[in-house]
């Protein structure tokens, strides 16, 4: 650019000498300095577009400086702010597992002493109730007593509140006991456990002209006096809680799920609400009066502390006079 501003510069001179001193200028000397104009203008055009050029490599080097600034600081930033928040969500994780942990302590204190204060108080209370039986048994016996009518049937109350109080005193015994020891597995075969109970229940099968349909059962490892009291509560459950207006019919199966085994009991009582689902697994809880359906209203607990203790869990399915089906899990231990 230099050079062709310096060659334009000397024509434009040479051509104004030659004006000055009265010389007309050739076609030549014209030629010359629009050659020497083109030059510049070319130089001109060249410096322009390599200026502009380089200023768009040193304004896209910038951009990728700064864009790699940012993604950096971006970077930081992110890393920074996961560390806070890993740090914040350790913090209270590590807070809530310590409440956690002290809670749980405190649980398993609270549940040790009332299980120990259920096992004294069942334990102690059975030799009162065994002696207020008993006395109720010699007055029952006395012949003044026995020519009153109403004395008689007094007596006979409190034998009955005696005898209801003992097996509820009983249960509470068995209910504050399960799970106190470490549950002793073996090899079980429920085919064997299922006959010993139908064996309990053979009086009342016969006399309610009962039907027990039952398939193959699995041999598995678990406790059998686990598997007995399942069986038998809800056994006795299906054959006890019928309306008498056709006998009792009783299906009882399982199948094998995965990794686990799900024993199913169904049966032609008198159903019930689901709406009551939590109700029927609570302790003396129950949906039907005493006087309809003996017992205590503790089977069915016994029942879900027993399953869930060997890992298993229990639930029905029912509708009012359509009968109920129970199912129960075991899971399979190899």
């Known amino acids: 650019f230099n050079a062709a501003e310096y060659a334009f510069h000397d024509q434009a001179e040479t051509m104004v000498s030659l004006i000055a001193a009265g010389n007309r200028p050739t076609a030549a000397d014209l030629g010359k300095l629009k050659a020497a104009h083109a030059a510049l203008m070319s130089s ?23 864009q790699a600034r940012l993604w950096l600081l971006l970077g930081l930033s992110a890393i920074i702010a996961l560390a806070a928040i890993g740090v914040t969500f350790y913090f209270d994780l590590y807070i809530q597992h310590d409440e956690v942990l002290k809670l749980n302590a405190a649980f398993r204190q609270s549940n040790e002493e009332l299980e120990r204060f259920a096992f004294i108080c069942s334990h102690d ?54 799970g106190r020891e470490p549950v002793e597995t073996e090899m079980v075969d429920c085919n064997a456990v299922l006959q010993s109970v139908l064996v309990e229940f053979a009086d009342t099968i016969t006399r309610k002209s009962a039907t027990i349909n039952a398939g193959p059962l699995p041999v598995l490892i678990s406790s059998r006096t686990l598997v007995h009291s399942l069986l038998h509560n809800l056994i006795g459950n299906a054959l006890k809680f019928q309306d008498g207006r056709q006998p009792p019919q009783v299906d009882i199966s399982a199948i094998r799920d995965g990794q686990i085994w799900r ?8 159903g019930m609400d689901e709406a009551h689902a939590e109700q029927v697994f609570t302790l003396f809880r129950r949906l039907n009066r005493k006087e309809d359906y003996a017992g205590t209203g503790i089977g069915l607990a016994i029942c879900r502390k027993f399953v869930r203790m060997a ?18 899990t075991l899971p399979v231990r190899e």
């Open 44 to 66: 001109t055009d060249t410096l322009w577009q390599t200026t502009a050029d380089e200023l768009e490599r040193l304004l896209k080097a910038r951009s990728r400086g700064d």
């Open 311 to 328: 890992g298993g869990d229990i639930g029905f399915t029912s509708r009012p006079g359509e009968g109920t089906l129970f199912y129960f």
């Open 125 to 178: 209370l059975q030799e009162p109730v065994r002696m207020m039986n008993l006395y109720a048994s010699f007055l029952a016996e006395t012949e003044a007593v026995q020519a009153d009518a109403e004395a008689v049937r007094y007596i006979s109350k409190i034998r009955d509140s005696t005898e209801h109080m003992r097996r509820m005193i009983s249960d509470i015994l068995t209910f504050s006991q399960i």
């Open 263 to 270: 024993f199913l009991i169904r049966d032609n009582g008198i």
